[in-house]
Nanobody, 126 residues
Framework: QVDLVESGGGLAQAGGSLRLSCATTTRTFNFRAMGWFRQAPGKEREFVATISWSGVTKDYADSVKGRFTISRDNAKNTLFLQTSSLKPEDTAVYYC???????????????????WGQGTQVTVSS
């Protein structure tokens, strides 16, 4: 059993912050890049951010760059997404995912990710 479990979602006011977490059951993904994606109602899932296995390199979607920060704590088998300056358009279900072992470097492409969590709802009110 390999589980990715998101938490930390909820309701925030515009301009507010939420810290999302993605806990894994083991060290299984400690040597893989991981990412966050999100899906709003009626829209396709989109890339948010990704981080290398070591946490040294990161990449962000233009829509969240400067507002969101991705990080990881491999000792705790946990991935984080710190959000700030939230906007109503950030409302979505947020998913964490582990990149395929065969993919080198960071990827923004959904199909380059192999394992997915169930998602956590983020709702931003205006």
């Amino acid at each position: 059993q390999v589980d990715l479990v998101e938490s930390g979602g909820g309701l925030a006011q515009a301009g507010g912050s939420l810290r999302l977490s993605c806990a894994t059951t083991t060290r299984t993904f400690n040597f893989r890049a991981m990412g966050w994606f999100r899906q709003a109602p009626g829209k396709e899932r989109e890339f948010v951010a990704t981080i290398s296995w070591s946490g040294v390199t990161k990449d962000y979607a233009d829509s969240v760059k400067g507002r969101f920060t991705i990080s990881r704590d491999n000792a705790k088998n946990t991935l984080f997404l710190q959000t700030s300056s939230l906007k109503p358009e950030d409302t979505a279900v947020y998913y964490c995912a582990a990149q395929k072992n065969t993919v080198r470097g960071l990827s923004r492409i959904e199909t380059d990710y192999e394992y997915w969590g169930q998602g956590t709802q983020v709702t931003v009110s205006s």
